[in-house]
């Protein structure tokens, strides 16, 4: 959505500047000019602000369905379904490192406040510390669908895995605390879809389930969470993801369409292109 209330659709067309692929996936950017995309349909794009157009990479047939894109530094790490993690240069349009992790279903990638680098996969967590050039199978995860990572203001790494709710660890990979559904914290569902930490330090979960936070004063250890389902106002207890945006609304994606929250009152906008999932 732009400043004026309205929305650009961008889709893919043969026309020259135009995105490649339909099935995004991964959207990210380390400056206010370049964005880069991944779509499921194999597709790398870097959109130009700017001047409004994409530039797209030659990388489908090598990564074939791009779960997550991680910048770092002029390279990029591509997340795939089914072909591993790769490090990628854009500048050379060349792939300079692969790496197969157990089964190559690679979900979600975070690089840590250490420089570590960290990959979600089906069969658990996978680490490569800074100035190593290897990945280690973090103790206590090869049974985890990990799904998604994040790390607090604190340092804390938070790993959401699909059925076994969360896991905590400190700075170096330490386990701390694992959270569940039934363990009287909050936490509406074991299967985890994303995190969020906002302007106020509150740290946010999205299930499927419905939507959770936390307050910033209370401690990770003993944590419990505040909930946000239907009965509240959402369309669905499906969320994907939420974010906030400069004028402090919480835009969240679900399976029903996309909605605008203010936290304070929780008032809903209205479901912006509802039944479609995103």
């Known amino acids: 959505q732009n ?53 797209s990479f030659p990388v489908k047939e090598t990564f074939g369905n791009i779960q997550s894109v991680l910048i770092d530094g002029d390279q990029l790490w591509i997340a795939t379904y089914g072909k591993g993690l790769f490090k990628y240069d854009p500048a050379k349009e060349s792939v300079t490192a692969h790496y197969n992790l157990a089964g190559n279903y690679v979900i979600d990638l975070l690089k840590t406040m250490d420089g570590d680098i960290a990959a979600a996969t089906h069969n658990g967590l996978f ?68 995190f969020y930490e906002d302007s106020d330090r509150h740290f946010w979960v999205t299930t499927d389930g419905g939507l959770c936070y936390k307050d910033p004063q209370t401690s990770v250890l003993d944590c419990r969470f505040y909930g946000i389902t239907m009965e509240d106002g959402l369309p669905t207890n499906v969320v994907c993801s939420i974010t906030e945006d400069l004028d402090g609304m919480f835009w969240i994606s679900t399976t029903r369409g996309l909605i605008r929250m203010t936290l304070r009152d929780r008032h809903f906008s209205p479901i912006y292109f509802e039944e479609s999932q995103i």
């Open 127 to 194: 680490v490569m510390k800074k100035g190593n050039d290897g990945f280690d199978l973090v103790d206590g995860t090869s049974e985890d669908f990990v799904h998604t990572l994040e790390q607090d203001a604190l340092g804390y790494i938070w790993v959401g895995t699909y059925g076994q709710g969360i896991k905590i660890f400190g700075r170096h990979f330490r386990h701390l605390r694992t959270i569940t559904q039934n363990d009287g914290s909050g936490l509406l569902s074991n299967h985890i879809t994303s």
């Open 3 to 55: 400043r004026q209330g309205a929305y650009d659709l961008f889709y893919d067309s043969s026309s020259p500047g135009s995105m490649k692929g339909n099935i995004v996936r991964s959207i990210i950017s380390k400056d206010d000019r370049y964005i880069w995309i991944g779509t499921e349909d194999g597709e790398l794009n870097r959109y130009d602000s700017e001047e409004g157009t994409f530039k």
